[in-house]
């Protein structure tokens, strides 16, 4: 007997009334009408049973920090790296690890089982590193969590970021990370970017850097970020994260930029919330949005995917592990309003962060692991319009989270007696 059947789900591409059998942990069948005996049998009633959604952006050593030691008063990325080095000394494994396992909570209830978390490695004690190395292996079971090896402080900038990054490396951290506009100048820049991509080539490791993080629009870092990739030879391997520089690039720049980017392999992320919010600080009015090019890279093939970045922590005082607000935050920002358009927004959050991730078996489909979440909501514009609820969520055949149906009661006279915010047609052609 099967351990589980979900019957009649909408999946994310479009096909509907479709089954998923599950056995043992992994998917075994995906097809309408299955006959087959389970020890479980959901109904998901034409709902949208999706893959995890995927944070391919964040920063887990600090979240949930907020107001520690203090708030950030200008609300400036500036402000946010100086408060958290304030910060950084007062870490403690514990509070750290404590921390990041209640993200983690909130992450698995809203359907979220992959991050790829950038941590510090600026402190010769590397206790973010050791406390986050701790909290993969604790979440291991129910969540994926790959570490980027983050210089905050700058490569060149930080005495010792070399070599502690490299340690940070050796001790099991995943990804090599950078921060190329935080440098003294563009060649200190550009020199890290050189570095950081030989020793990814060197020894087999994917790319993630923070690039070109700055309303400048001459801050060209990904421009470098992309030759390396073309040198060494790590098509497919290399993230460009931010990249809020190329909002305000002209446009005769970025139309050879942006075949530079596919020529590279180079993927990018957008984090729309805190690119809203930290960008165009120093305008007055008329204001950057600052966010990345992202229709346009995506029209020309490259991966793009949308990250959380920030939650609770010295850049971002908001924030709930929901990469559905993440999608939709991003889908405005972009004016990505058309259908195909905010269906590529809920890619964004899911399998194009999942490419990015280098995700092994990821999707509703034979043989993969039986990880998947269903919404209350029909597709995935509507899961982005409702930031649907996580009716179920499961992982590896186990449901790991549920929760009830959104729904308000309502006393009005001739009224319906709920409303659960979705739009059922009244005009529609019988
Ligand atoms: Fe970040």
Request: proline share 6%; with cysteine; glycine share 8%.
């Amino acid at each position: 007997m099967a351990d589980l059947l979900v019957t009649n789900a909408t999946l994310p591409e479009g096909r509907t009334g479709i089954d998923v059998l599950v056995t043992d942990g992994r998917i075994v069948d995906v097809a309408p009408r299955i006959e087959a005996v389970a020890a479980r049998t959901i109904d998901a009633g034409g709902l949208l049973l999706t893959p995890p959604f995927v944070d391919p952006h964040f920063h887990l050593d600090s979240t949930l920090s907020y107001g520690l030691p203090r708030v950030n008063r200008s609300g400036t990325l500036l402000e946010g790296i100086a408060l958290w080095g304030e910060l950084k000394p007062q870490l403690t494994q514990d509070a750290l690890v404590e921390r990041a396992l209640t993200y983690c909570d909130w992450a698995v209830a809203k359907g979220l089982l992959a991050i790829r978390s950038h941590v510090d490695v600026c402190d010769p004690r590397l206790t973010a590193v050791e406390a986050l190395l701790h909290v993969k292996e604790r979440v291991a079971p129910y969540l994926d969590l790959q570490l980027v090896a983050f210089p905050q402080d700058g490569l060149l900038r930080s005495p010792g970021a070399l070599d502690l990054l490299q340690r940070a490396l050796a001790m099991g951290v995943d990804v090599v990370g950078g921060i190329p506009h935080f440098e003294r100048t563009a060649a200190d820049g550009a020199e890290s970017v050189r570095l950081l991509c030989t020793i990814a080539a060197e020894q087999g490791r994917l790319v993630d850097l923070h690039c070109d993080e700055s309303d400048d629009p001459q801050s060209r870092h990904i421009e470098m970020l992309a030759a390396q990739s073309i040198r060494l030879g790590l098509q497919g391997r290399v993230t460009g994260s931010h990249l809020t520089s190329m909002h305000s690039m002209d446009n005769y720049y970025v139309s050879k930029l942006i075949p530079l980017l596919v020529e590279g392999g180079v993927s990018a992320i957008a984090n729309p919330l805190i690119n809203i919010t930290l960008q165009g600080r120093h305008d007055s009015y008329p204001k950057r949005r600052g966010m990345t090019r992202v229709p346009e890279l995506m029209a020309a093939g490259v991966t793009v995917a949308f990250g959380h970045d920030c939650v609770l922590d010295p850049w971002y005082p908001l924030g709930s592990a929901d990469l559905l607000e993440v999608a939709a935050m991003g889908l405005h920002v972009a004016q990505m309003t058309g259908q195909d358009a905010m269906r590529a927004c809920f890619d964004a959050v899911t399998v194009n962060a999942a490419t990015i991730l280098h995700l092994d078996g990821y999707g509703i489909a034979p043989g993969n692991r039986a990880d998947f979440v269903l919404l209350q909501a029909r597709d995935p514009i509507e899961a982005i319009r409702l930031r649907a609820t996580r009716l179920h969520v499961f992982r590896a055949g186990r449901e790991i989270a549920h929760a009830s149906p959104a729904c308000a009661s309502l006393d009005l006279p001739g009224r319906p007696r709920e409303v659960d915010w979705r739009l059922r047609r009244v005009d529609a052609p019988a």
